[in-house]
């Protein structure tokens, strides 16, 4: 079964990211206001960290699902395994199929061979 090292760390590494993205977002306006000689529009500050955080949240939200595929990936091969170690059923234990009459049909006899 593989164990997907190598996306395992890109994932982690994109989460990171988003998380620094985020909150270098949220620090960029007091750090502008703090320092910067000329003060820039409170709209252009806002609409910059508003932008910044909601792509970091995106990159970690999309972290999480490539991290689901493949924790489905690995719970589906694991299935598979846990079925095919599984004795098969006895022929004897199997019950028959029979279809199910619908209430109301009528009932057809079975065709004439002939």
Same mark, same amino acid.
């Given at each position: 079964?593989?164990?997907?090292?190598?996306?395992?760390? &890109?994932?982690?590494?994109?989460?990171?990211?988003?998380?620094?993205?985020?909150?270098?977002?949220?620090?960029? !306006?007091?750090?502008?206001?703090?320092?910067?000689?000329?003060?820039?529009?409170?709209? /252009?500050?806002?609409?910059?960290?508003?932008?910044?955080?909601?792509?970091?949240?995106?990159?970690?939200?999309?972290?999480?699902?490539?991290?689901?595929?493949?924790? /489905?990936?690995?719970? /589906?091969? =694991? &299935?598979?395994?846990?079925?095919?170690?599984? #004795?098969?059923?006895?022929?004897? =234990?199997?019950?028959?199929?029979? !279809?199910? !009459?619908?209430?109301?049909?009528?009932? =057809? #006899? !079975?065709?004439?061979?002939?």
């Amino acid at each position: 079964m593989r164990d997907y090292r190598a996306a395992r760390a &890109m994932i982690w590494l994109m989460a990171v990211l988003g998380w620094l993205m985020a909150a270098a977002a949220l620090a960029l !306006p007091v750090v502008l206001v703090l320092y910067a000689s000329v003060m820039p529009d409170l709209i /252009t500050l806002a609409a910059a960290a508003a932008g910044g955080v909601l792509g970091g949240l995106i990159l970690v939200a999309l972290s999480q699902i490539v991290a689901a595929q493949i924790d /489905t990936a690995r719970n /589906t091969a =694991e &299935m598979v395994a846990l079925l095919r170690r599984r #004795p098969a059923p006895e022929a004897a =234990e199997a019950p028959a199929l029979r !279809p199910t !009459p619908v209430a109301g049909a009528r009932q =057809e #006899p !079975p065709l004439k061979r002939g």
